[in-house]
């Protein structure tokens, strides 16, 4: 087994509220080796942000983590005390969020938040620090960097913001990037731009990136793996390539032909009928078996553990009964 | 069917953002405004889609707001099958045109009160337009519209919150059809919805102006979807538009340099490794528009006559650009 | 495969078919909350029976204290019951008219609850509908209506309602007792509307941008049924929270004016009267004549108040 910087093993998510405990996140398990861009992908209420924000440390109480193990290079996160966690954080796995607007604080010039983030994280002074966040600056595309460094959050627009969140990001250092949604908010061509200084950047400086998105352009333009989530849970993962052009969770085909693409046209879009399940009131078996056109008793009853099914590995009793199951 | 139901002719709204009279005196700052509409003009012909695309602050959704009313032009005119629908409204005869041209909104959150039940929510245009006075009627006819979008009679007594993003957008779809209207702007219907529910919602919309011949000015940033919905579409920048096209034609042999580096700017889900010209720079802010051509700035071909010269509409082989760089050319790609 | 139509599913398990407003009610949050607040319960309670003590006063009260044919001057300044030289009859001892302060008590809390409560609902009226119109139209109107509400409110509260009541006391000199309440009400009530103008105005200003009320704009809906109907419900709610913390105000407003005199009519005694009348013989030690309407002032008061807290956390989505 390749030495993962990131593993994920059987994460449960809940969250207690008065009319029992929600399920947020149902064993989700996965890797990200060292320098490589993960695509978490999924619709509203799939729980990809949860797990962003499980891996960071970051879950909103009543939330908390069930069950399952977060390893960082081999060493547990998840149960960390709240100091150690916080010397991690910046350290070890920069954030990026998706509005760039609140990411900032407003009230401090963007230099001194990054010089603060500098001097928590790596032993510099004053003066090193001010000139690493100037190459940061600089490398994140930003034009006349010492002279904005002193500038505040909202004197830079949109897509020049969420470069500085990148640059933010990256002060530390860190192995592991978890970039939630980072272009959403931008226009269509300011997230072209940022795409591709993301993918650079982090080529450069060998941080692997677990990018949260709902966009599978976005995947498709940046990833090497994707992990499709559902409900909760880990419908199908696997090379990006494989995954969108040879699904093989009928979710995942769903959602490829539900996309409608620039190069070719459809007179009717795909379309999986009904919407993802509530929190409390996810199907017994496996939780896309009342949408699925290809749904057997056994959908209905038992969940699929995630098997290799060609090219990728899905959550699918479709593939189960291949030959060579083992993931 | 080319018969032209809208036409809108150098339409124009002049936003006024000064800061209030007094801050204006005290600081001594000059009376600002935002041009987000600058003269548009085009057509759209019985049972098409035209489509609209930009960016943020490119004045879609002004436009969309101008066309049925909701703002009133600072210049201009909107016709709807001839008749300047500013005058219309005014002159007191708006009821029957509202009944015939409604609007669907981008926020399904925001767009249905969260304090009525659906079916006031869908027969509210029926009452207020005294369309089936009877209350068994009147509900009749909100079932058949709710059944329309693929919604069932039951969802009647429910309120918004009940219902996912999907679903109210459907509610209002089948708010904006209860009059059977034949004009329908649709300011971004899809953009916050899941991308299996937009295609939901798409399918609907596209059967549904097959089944009543319905026009639609459909409003969005994605390109892809517009590609899917639209007969002709609209590149809208900074409240001009640069080019206008069917959409076979802009799809594939895009003029304008800003439809060119939009259409490199969407991500490729197919990696079909088209070559990407890198885009520069960002929307300027709309208060300090550029002057001449206000894509100057980032445009890979501008002339020094852009700097100066706001490029006119014009007309090759049926597609109107406004471009210098262009123009020379006769485009014979 | 699934027809079109989803059933959604609602929060709890019960049937699909719409669950009529009290089922909705004691499911929701607020009642649960409600129910998880032992302050909010307490409060409620004690609110609850001052309230019912000062409703049925006629019924509940062992004397009916403004009957003068029942008064005993021998009975006069008797301390409470359980005190040296009480009496099991008048339990919280009587006044220097020989009037039971217990029966007094309950008489004088259903007139200050009733000139409280009519003064807030006439301030939310005049409040709300201001504050919907200078939302809804802006511009100039807006202009002109907040002015009005600064200019208010750089008036002492009871400054206001003394000159209003002055003057009302100037034009009818000879007033009989139900005009004065309607000049007594009404002062009050121009001194309170302004916090619900202005919390309105701000609600509407943002519903005002929703797209319901453009799609209402679009069905050629008018201005005022927009406003009536579309924006009214949907501000209500901090409305709600401001009346229930303003009738504890109105309550001690209408308090510190019979206090000093100019309030209630002396034939009807609310509180603050008592309080007032009490106060003389405070320092001959006869203290319970004014303790026990002070002490039932603040404790509708204070009862009322923590409602009012309690309701406007539990309305708080965001602190659910």
């Known amino acids: ?327 | 069917m080319s018969e032209i139901l809208v036409e809108v002719k150098d339409l124009a709204k002049v936003f006024d953002v000064s800061a209030p009279w007094l801050n204006r005196v005290v600081e001594r700052k000059s009376r600002q405004f935002v041009h987000a509409v600058d003269g548009i003009s085009f057509t759209i012909e019985r049972g098409k889609t035209l489509a609209l695309v930009g960016e943020s602050g490119c004045g879609k959704s002004t436009v969309a707001r101008l066309l049925v009313g909701l703002y009133e032009p600072t210049r201009g005119t909107v016709s709807f099958e001839g008749a300047d629908i500013a005058q219309t409204l005014k002159a007191g005869a708006s009821q029957t045109l509202r009944r015939r041209m409604q609007m669907i909104f981008q926020d399904p959150y925001a767009s249905l009160n969260p304090r009525w039940k659906v079916l006031d929510i869908v027969a509210e245009p029926l009452r207020e337009h005294g369309l089936f006075p009877d209350p068994l009627q009147l509900k009749a006819r909100v079932d058949e519209l709710l059944r329309s979008v693929g919604m069932s009679a039951v969802d009647c007594d429910k309120f918004p919150h009940q219902f996912s993003g999907g679903q109210r957008q459907r509610i209002s779809i089948a708010r904006a059809l209860a009059t059977e209207p034949e004009f329908l702007v649709c300011d971004e219907p899809t953009s916050a919805l899941d991308v299996s529910v937009q295609a939901q919602v798409l399918n609907i919309m596209k059967d549904l102006q097959r089944a009543r011949g319905l026009t639609y000015l459909f409003i969005s940033h994605n390109l892809a979807v517009v590609r899917h919905v639209a007969d002709q579409v609209g590149v809208m920048y900074l409240g001009r538009l640069v080019e206008l096209a069917d959409k076979a034609e802009l799809f594939t042999n895009p003029r304008h340099p800003y439809t060119r580096m939009l259409l490199d700017a969407i991500p490729d889900i197919h990696m079909s490794g088209r070559a990407r010209t890198p885009v520069q720079g960002e929307v300027p802010n709309p208060l300090e528009p550029p002057g001449g051509c206000s894509f100057h700035p980032r445009c890979p071909q501008a002339l020094p006559r852009c700097t100066t010269e706001r490029p006119q509409m014009r007309e090759f082989k049926g597609v109107r650009v406004a471009c210098h760089a262009i123009e020379p050319q006769a485009i014979e790609q | 495969m699934m027809q079109a139509h989803e059933e959604p599913e609602p929060m709890n398990d019960k049937p699909a078919s719409a669950p009529n407003a009290l089922r909705r009610f004691l499911d929701g949050d607020v009642w649960h909350s409600f129910c998880n607040s032992p302050v909010a319960m307490l409060a409620a309670l004690i609110a609850f029976v001052c309230i019912f003590c000062a409703l049925f006063a006629d019924l509940v009260a062992p004397h009916n204290p403004f009957d003068l044919a029942s008064l005993e001057l021998m009975d006069s300044r008797l301390p409470p019951s359980w005190m040296e030289g009480g009496s099991r009859n008048y339990l919280l001892g009587t006044d220097d008219q020989g009037r039971d302060l217990l029966s007094a008590l309950m008489y004088g809390a259903r007139i200050s609850l009733f000139v409280g409560l009519a003064s807030v609902l006439l301030s939310m009226l005049i409040g709300v509908s201001l504050g919907l119109l200078a939302g809804f139209v802006g511009g100039k109107v807006d202009a002109f209506i907040m002015r009005i509400c600064d200019v208010m409110l750089s008036f002492p509260s009871i400054l206001v309602a003394l000159l209003i009541d002055g003057v009302g006391r100037a034009i009818f000199p000879n007033a009989h007792d139900s005009l004065a309440f309607m000049v007594l009400i009404l002062a009050i009530s121009l001194t309170g509307w302004v916090q619900y103008a202005r919390t309105v105005r701000g609600s509407t200003m943002v519903e005002r941008n929703k797209e319901y009320v453009q799609a209402a704009r679009v069905i050629g809906v008018s201005k005022g049924r927009i406003m009536a109907r579309h924006v009214l419900p949907n501000v209500l709610g901090p409305v709600l929270v401001l009346a229930t913390i303003q009738v504890a105000a109105a309550i001690i407003t209408e308090a510190t004016l019979s206090f000093l005199g100019v309030g209630v009519p002396p034939t009807s005694p609310s509180l603050g009267t008592l309080i007032r009348v009490g106060n003389d013989f405070l320092f001959s030690g006869e203290w319970w004549i004014t303790i026990w309407p002070g002490t039932m002032l603040v404790l509708i008061a204070l009862s009322v108040n923590l409602l009012g807290d309690w309701l406007r956390d539990a309305l708080n989505p965001r602190l659910r």
């Open chain 1, 1 to 327: 087994m390749t030495t993962s910087l990131l593993e994920v093993r059987n994460l449960r998510v809940e969250f207690p509220t008065r009319h029992g405990n929600l399920l947020a996140l149902d064993d989700i398990s996965f890797e990200i080796a060292p320098g490589e861009i993960l695509g978490v992908v999924g619709e509203s209420g799939a729980g990809k942000s949860l797990t962003g924000a499980a891996i960071i440390g970051l879950l909103d109480p009543p939330g908390r983590i069930a069950a399952g193990e977060i390893l960082l290079e081999g060493r547990r996160i998840d149960n960390l005390p709240y100091e150690q966690m916080r010397l991690i954080r910046g350290r070890q796995i920069g954030a990026i969020f998706q509005d760039p607007l609140t990411s900032l604080n407003p009230l401090y010039t963007v230099g001194r938040q990054l010089i603060e983030t500098i001097t928590t994280h790596l032993p510099l002074n004053q003066t090193q620090a001010r000139k690493r966040a100037i190459e940061l600056l600089e490398q994140t595309g930003i034009p006349a960097a010492a002279a904005r460094i002193d500038q505040f959050p909202h004197q830079f627009s949109g897509g020049m913001r969420q470069r500085v969140v990148i640059a933010l990001a990256l002060a530390g250092n860190p192995k592991l990037i978890v970039a939630d949604e980072p272009t959403t908010a931008l226009d269509v061509s300011i997230q072209a731009q940022i795409i591709a200084l993301l993918k650079s950047i982090c080529k450069e400086q060998g941080a692997a990136v677990m990018l949260i998105t709902h966009d599978m352009g976005v995947i498709a333009e940046t990833c090497d793996r994707v992990a499709v989530l559902y409900a909760g849970r880990v419908a199908e993962i696997g090379p990006v390539h494989s995954v969108i052009h040879r699904p093989a969770h009928p979710y995942t085909v769903g959602l490829m032909g539900a996309i409608p693409a620039l190069d070719q046209e459809v007179e009717r879009l795909l379309q999986i009928d009904g919407a993802m399940p509530r929190l409390n009131s996810i199907p017994s078996g496996c939780a896309f078996n009342p949408r699925c056109s290809q749904a057997f008793d056994r959908c209905r009853s038992e969940r699929p553990e995630l098997t290799s099914a060609g090219g990728t590995t899905a959550a699918c009793w479709l593939h189960a009964n291949q030959p060579g199951q083992e993931p």
